[in-house]
Each structure stands twice: as C-alpha cells, then as structure tokens.
C-alpha cells in the first residue's frame, strides 16, 4: 500500500474495512505529524478529522518558527532549547521549501518595560541556544534601513536576533501527505462520533464520511483535537474534566508599504510581546493572548481586538501603515494551555498528555515548532501496545522537499509564480503546473494581485484533499492571506473545480476578510 494515493471514495472504504494499528483523531499538525511518523514506521494508520486538515488552530497560528524569546523571561529555558533544536530541524532537513529563517528586530524605547543591557543578556542566551551569531545592538538609522516603517522617536536600540517563518496550513499538509505516501489511509470532512470500546479498552471509533457511519477498528487511538481535546475525552469517559483551558490570538494583515529586511518583536509589557512579520506581500501582526471558554467551533474576530492589535503595532511601526482601513484579512485561532492560576500570556506552553480509562492517549498544546517532538512523545505512550520498539528521533525530509539539484518545471512561468510555486510545494511544483500543459488557462491567476495560479485549485482538489472553496483559498494556496478571496478568486476556484460548488457549505470560518 506504500505510496497510495486513495480518493475518498477508496478512503472510506478502507476506514470500515482495514483492520488499523493505530487511528488518529484529528489532523492538525500535531495529529498530522503523529500519523506521519506512525505510518513511516509501518504501522497501519487511519487519521481522520471532523473538518479540514489544518482546519483550525494548524492554520491560526502567527506563521513562526520559534524558540520563543519571551519563554526566557518565563524560565523555561528547557522549551527554549528544544524549539530552536526544531527549528533547525525543519528549516534544514524536514521542510527547507516552506521554512525560511528571518532576522527580528526587538526595539527598546525609552519608555519601554526592557533596559539595553537586560535585553541584551537575554539575547545573548537566546543566540546561544539558537546556534545564532546574531546578537547584538543595532542603532536606529541601521534599524530603519532594514524595517522602514518602525518608529524612531525615542527609540534607544534594536536586538538582532533570527528565527523563522512558514506557512502553517501548508506544514501540516506535507505531514498528511507524509501519512499518506507511507500507507496511511486519511479523510478530512470525516467525524468520530463515537468510541468503540471492547473490555473497557477503546479499540476504534464510529466515524460519519459523507452521510455514512463507519467503524473503524484500530488497537490504539489517539486523541489529537486540540482544543476539542477534552470532548473527545468525554467520549471515552463521560466523567472526564477539564484537562486544559483556551487563548484566543487573533491576527491582522495589512499591505506592507515598503521592502522589510526583517521581522518585529514588539514588547507590550515585561512578559507579553507582539509581532510584526513580512508575510505574502503583506504585514502580518499580532496577537492577542485572552481567556475563552466558548464553543471552539464559534470563535471569531470582533472589532475591539482588531483596534488591540493595531494600537499594539503602533508601540514600533507609524500609524499611517496601521490605519483601521488598510485592514485587508483577520483571524482568530485557538491556543491549547495547561490548566493552572494566572492569566493565558503567563501560562507555560507545555503539552498535555493523559491516557484515558480506556487507553486512548489524549495529546493536546505545545508549540507549532516542537510538533515533530510531541508526536514522538505521543507514540511512546503506545510502545508496549502497538510494538514500538526504538523510536527514530532524527528528523526526515517530508515529501518533496527540494532536492539539492534545484528544480525543473514543465511550463515557463513568471519568476514570481516561479518562487510561490516551489516555496508551497517544493519538488512538487513541476506536477502542480504539468496539467498546464494540454490547459493553459491554468495559468491564470485566481486573482490578477497575487501569485497564485489555477492549476494550484485543481492540483488541491486533485491531490490535497480540499472538498470547498475555503480549503483552497485559505489552506492549500495565498489567496485569503492578501486579502484576495473575493467573489472573483472564488468563481475563479469554482470553474476550475466544478465539484466544489455540489458540496454543502462548511461552518462559517473563524476569518475574516476587510477590503
């Protein structure tokens, strides 16, 4: 079964009729990752998820690849550590096309909550544990060339500091196709509704695919919903508490007015900073870091925390790039914290494993970057279960990662087209465009201010699992992040994938779009 590529209609099957070692419920990075890794050890796996894969949190995130400076400030200097070991993991070996490391600039004001010389031992250590030789001071002007937007009255000094970028959605797909080229049989759009359960062990699910109820047998099953975690607990043991509370970050992108060589970490107060981040053209800023405690599935953007995240950005970058009316997207995701006192921007980010009366092992929070660190960790609670005898911890290149020959496509495309196309797919570009070649309206941009092409939502529809616009438009391509998926790029999506439209309309999403 190496290298399957089912359709849905075949991975539905498989779900009722394959006997699994291992079913995954849930396919953001974290379940994404789990079932990449399970399937590469040639365990049997099935992963499913209610919505799309990367359908929340795995597609809300600020976008970074990080050893997270502030968690210093915070003490855990062990997260730290890990994380940046992470970083260069992926930014080396598991997915350099959609990794891409960055210079931050941390600037010091006169009236801000930081002094130079604190700072500057702060990112003495944070250099240190990233590998970095970035670690000094900037001044000002040298500051402005390289970010020309940021702030300079009273501004003492910049750090210099680098971490990284990606693009989240994509990330986490790579994973789900690392799943499925290994064997993996995977279905987004597909719910577990129920346990099944045999001598007080759970042993599979009751899983709706398309107006059908499913049961999939698996010996193990793992609970990787993130913030849906605890109901999914609930299945298992109607009794089960609460095992973590919710943030809710929300983010703004506004169109960036000028070539930005760097990033911003902007410092809110002694513990909380923000970012301002060079994304697709645009300036990606935020977030906001609150308590919530309602339905996972209605959380949404409200004005007040988009003028939050404005007011924030204005601490370092002028007021004329972040006026209210160049808003051009929002979104809100959902952060999983382990229970405790305090408010959310002081809560470790630690991950949640617990392993329920019935042997389904729940796994829940932690840091987009250590994915690949706490689907490990998730596996080893199964080791003696499913035979896992040595665990390989050396990071591996996700399918097509690009080869060190660089690569060649089938059709000429502008050069930008040319980037977007290896940065979102690496050595699988050349497959995205070959359909071009006997249609080369396909070449077409879904919208004429972005970079991203028609041949990219037939390839989603093809190869990546999407079932609705919003699948392509917001997790499989660019289009939403510029501010771009209008009626237009939406028609657009619709004529190069007629199926689409036959689908039922998903929940509305927890983004927004300002034009």
Known sequence: MKGRAAGREQAAAELGERRFDLLVIGGGIIGAGIAAQAARIGLAVALVDKGDFAGATSSSSSKLIHGGLRYLRLGDVRLVREAHHERRAL???????????????????????????????????????????????????????????????????????????????????????????????????????????????????????????????????????????????????????????????????????????????????????????????????????????????????????????????????????????????????????????????????????????????????????????????????????????????????LPDAPPPDGISLPVEVPAAVRRHLIHLYGARAGAVLRPALDDPSLLEPLHPDGPDIAAQALHAVRSEWARTAEDVLVRRTTVFWRGLDGPEARERVARVSPPLEKLPAPPPPATGSAR
């Open 91 to 397: 930014t080396n070996v598991v997915a350099p096309h959609l990794v891409h490391r960055t210079p931050f600039l941390l600037p010091l004001y006169e009236h801000g909550p930081f002094r130079p010389a604190f700072v500057q031992s702060g990112i003495l250590l944070y250099s240190a544990l990233a590998l970095s030789r970035l670690n000094w001071l900037v001044e000002p002007a040298r500051a402005r060339a390289m970010v020309p937007a940021l702030e300079t009255e009273r501004l003492r000094s910049c750090a210099l500091y680098a971490d990284a970028w990606t693009n989240d959605a994509r990330l986490c797909l790579a994973n789900v196709r690392a799943a499925a080229e290994a064997g993996a049989t995977v279905a987004n759009y597909a719910e577990a509704a129920a346990l099944e359960q045999a001598s007080g062990r759970v042993v599979g699910a009751r899983v709706a695919i398309d107006g059908a109820d499913v049961v999939v047998q698996a010996r193990a099953v793992i609970n990787a919903t993130g913030p849906w975690v605890d109901h999914v607990r609930r299945l298992e043991d109607a009794s089960a508490g609460r095992s973590v509370r919710l943030s809710k970050g929300v983010h703004v992108l506004v169109p960036k007015d000028a070539a930005w060589s760097a990033a911003l970490t902007v410092p809110q107060d002694d513990v909380r900073v923000t970012f301002a981040v060079p994304w697709y053209g645009m300036l990606l800023l935020g977030t906001t870091d609150t308590e919530y405690d309602d339905d996972p599935a209605a959380v949404r953007v409200d004005q007040r925390e988009v003028d939050q995240v404005l007011a924030e950005a204005r601490v370092a970058i002028g007021a004329e790039l972040t006026a209210p009316d160049r808003v051009r997207a929002t979104y809100a995701g959902l952060r999983v914290l382990p229970t405790g006192r305090g408010d959310s921007a002081t809560a470790r980010r630690e991950t949640v494993l617990t392993v329920g009366p019935g042997g389904m092992v729940s796994v829940a929070g932690g840091k987009l970057t250590t994915y690949r660190r706490i689907a490990l960790d998730a596996l080893s609670c199964l080791r003696a279960e499913l035979g896992i005898h040595r665990a390989d911890r050396r990071p591996w290149p």
